[in-house]
Nanobody
Framework: QVQLVESGGGLVQAGGSLRLSCAAS????????AAWFRQAPGKEREFVAA????????YYADSVKGRFTISRDNANNTVHLQMNSLKPEDTAAYYC???????????????WGQGTQVTVSS
């Protein structure tokens, strides 16, 4: 089992930045791919970014490419999402996920955190 806990969400003005963190415990997270998804009220869960087990490959949704950066620190069992140039449409609950395979599909991931809210004001 892997337990994931997100932190770093909050309220920020448009154009601002936030850094989300996902702390993992249980099995060694370095064995797993990791990803961030988000879900706004009334909308489906949406892929944001993913990273393979050693950080050698990263993937982004077109909507965040060039603004968000996913990274991981396997020594400390953490995954981060640096979010710059935030827009009101980035407002959502952000979820960290871990699984055996890197993918943009939420069904691929076996473990999920409880989410952290990001609100971007215009």
């Amino acid at each position: 089992q892997v337990q994931l806990v997100e932190s770093g969400g909050g309220l920020v003005q448009a154009g601002g930045s936030l850094r989300l963190s996902c702390a993992a415990s249980g099995r060694t997270v370095s064995n797993y791919a990791a990803a961030w998804f988000r879900q706004a009220p009334g909308k489906e869960r949406e892929f944001v970014a993913a990273i393979n087990w050693n950080g050698g490959a990263t993937y982004y949704a077109d909507s965040v490419k060039g603004r968000f950066t996913i990274s991981r620190d396997n020594a400390n069992n953490t995954v981060h999402l640096q979010m710059n140039s935030l827009k009101p449409e980035d407002t959502a609950a952000y979820y960290c996920a871990a699984g055996r395979y890197v993918s943009g599909s939420w069904e691929t991931y076996d473990y999920w955190g409880q989410g952290t809210q990001v609100t971007v004001s215009s």
